[in-house]
């Protein structure tokens, strides 16, 4: 089992950069597949990157070349790099950890406005 925990999110300007964690605890963190989503209001989540335990990534096509996810396995955390906001970026961020089960964290809000 893997708990998980989201920070570095908060209000941001328009062409604005933030960088979210998602901290893990548990065991054997390297042999998950983890990923990110989001959720704004009155929208259903919506999937935006994942990166396999060899590393692999993909993203969707909304956010490819401004998000870039990324983890390291010695700290138990993962990351989403986050460059030029837009205000439809503004959402609940979770992360998710998948190894047969998969695990959430509680999310983390980010506010992309002037």
């Known amino acids: 089992q893997v708990q998980l925990v989201e920070s570095g999110g908060g209000l941001v300007q328009p062409g604005g950069s933030l960088r979210l964690s998602c901290a893990a605890s548990?065991?054997?963190?390297?042999?998950?597949?983890m990923g990110w989503y989001r959720q704004a209001p009155g929208k259903q989540r919506e999937f935006l990157a994942r990166?396999?335990?060899?590393?692999?990534?993909n993203y969707v096509s909304s956010v490819k070349g401004r998000f870039t996810i990324s983890r390291d396995n010695a700290k138990n955390t993962l990351y989403l790099q986050m460059n030029s906001l837009k205000p439809e970026d503004t959402a609940v961020y979770s992360c998710?950890?998948?190894?047969?089960?998969?695990?959430w964290g509680q999310g983390t809000q980010v506010t992309v406005s002037s």
């Open positions: 548990g065991r054997d963190f390297s042999s998950y597949d």
């Open positions: 990166i396999s335990n060899s590393g692999n990534t």
């Open positions: 998710n950890a998948v190894r047969g089960y998969i695990y």
